[in-house]
């Protein structure tokens, strides 16, 4: 029994440390290799720090845990907004909270974290019928999200990202690092997947001895796999205060945000309907 506790925090800790060290580092220097804008970079974090709610969910949904999976969702969203606001507020830039368009981010985020606690409230059952719904909204919420960045922010944006421009000495073996950077993505990818597995094996283990609740499960997952969330967060606006366009730093803060919660619960969860589905 103590052993499979170990297990459980060894390999939470282990997904993390990855997704912190290695995964996040390495896509920001992809981006970067390819000369990406902050909004970009941004949404590529965004995906990159799913990466272990999407383990947990997929291994959680394979063992037909699917309440902790959407109790994993909710608490991850929720604690990505709390460490947003928090980064923000450390690195002082609240005042930038005042654009439109990422006021509205904000408001999409805020409905990231009201839809699934709907679906609790009501005990509504996560099936096929769902998924429709959160392919629709996924979409709806990429569209939104790239036209009022267009409307409020794009001509910003271009302007600062033109003044870097000049600043910014090309270097002639971009195209290797960027080889060099996906290889690397594709070997973290597969460690990940396989670490999520052992991670699934000793979360079911864990819940048959002690007959812990999905809910607990739930909410203990969403804080572990949230951690990836709070670096990149801090980590970008420090990136870009350095070259004082704090601006560009809170875009790509907020594109993490409110990427990593669409995704997390109308992707990941999307799939982990799927799989219940598939093996029901």
Known sequence: MFLEIIKFIFYSILIVAISKYILVSTLRKLAESLDLKAKTIGNIAGYATSVPEFLTITTSSIRGLTGASMYNILSSNIINLVQYLGSIISNKNGYKLRNKAIKIDLILVIITIIIPIILLRLNIELELWIVPIFIILYALFIFLNNNVHKLYLEKQDNEIELEIEKEKKWEKNNRRKTIKYSIILIVVGIILFIVGEL????????????????????????FITSLPELITFIESQKHHKRSNDDMLGVVEATNNLLTSNIVNLFAIQTIGILIISIIN
């Not at 979360?203 to 203990?220: T, W």
Request: glycine share 12%; net charge negative.
């Open 199 to 222: 991670l699934g094996n000793t979360l079911e283990n864990l819940c048959n001895l002690f007959n812990i609740s999905e809910i607990i499960v739930g909410i203990l997952l969403g």
